[in-house]
């Protein structure tokens, strides 16, 4: 990472990483390199004092195997980049404390889905999401916090998408520990792969809101 001093006003710092493999969740081969290509992650933020603006973008490769389904297939490899943008606004309030708000959005073309067949011509998919993340302090001891993430797995099926609210309260016991309460509520399209449930022949959203009480001591 390298920051830069701009006019004596603004800070633009860089970021960037090279990696291997086709990430930790990938279903066939898992953490190890099925292949020599390297992923590529860079970030450029400019710093506007109480404002931070973002630019961010991944490029990789994705390899995949032959297909048991079609044997004439051959393993082959995907393009896989995404490019996204994101803003923070940090703030004080009187008498409550400091205050933040986030916001990213991502679009991307990823590789086929892991759970369908291999066809030459469905080797990629668009995807696009967002989220939004405001915490507000509540004096010394306590934290609102809430969120909105949006995803859609491909632009090109009609909704499929999966939006999850949240909001919770966080309670500061002391400098190595904090308890966490929170409450989730996921909302998938009828087309979407999870989260959804048929009832009498119709698609409906499953009902599996999530309720989680955590503790976090730091050491």
């Given at each position: 990472e390298r920051s830069f001093l701009i006019d004596q006003k603004y800070i633009l710092s860089l970021q960037g990483g090279i990696y291997n493999g086709n990430g930790i969740e990938d279903r066939v081969y898992g953490a190890n390199d099925p292949n020599k290509d390297k992923d590529f992650v860079a970030r450029a933020v400019c710093s506007f004092g109480m404002v931070d603006v973002g630019l961010s973008g991944y490029w990789?490769?994705?390899?995949?195997?032959?297909d048991s389904a079609i044997p004439r297939q051959m393993p082959s490899e995907t393009d896989k980049t995404r490019y996204g943008a994101d803003g923070q606004l940090f703030y004080e309030l009187p008498r409550l404390g400091g205050g933040v708000l986030k916001a990213e959005a991502v679009i991307g073309e990823e590789p086929k889905n892991p759970s369908r067949g291999f066809l030459t011509a469905d080797t990629t998919r668009d995807v696009m999401g967002f989220d939004v993340?405001?915490?507000?302090?509540?004096r010394?001891?306590?934290?609102?916090?809430?969120?909105?993430?949006?995803y859609d797995p491909n632009r090109d099926i009609d909704d499929d998408q999966i939006t999850t609210y949240g909001v919770g309260l966080v309670y500061f016991w002391d400098g190595n520990s904090k308890v966490k309460l929170v409450y989730e509520v996921p909302k998938a399209g009828a087309n979407s792969r999870s989260?959804?449930?048929?009832?009498?022949?119709?698609?409906?959203?499953e009902n599996d809101n999530i309720l989680t009480l955590e503790w976090v001591y730091v050491f």
């Open positions: 990789g490769k994705q390899f995949n195997p032959s993340m405001w915490a507000q302090n509540l010394e001891k306590f934290q609102f916090i809430s969120r909105l993430d949006y989260g959804v449930v048929t009832v009498d022949g119709a698609k409906k959203d």
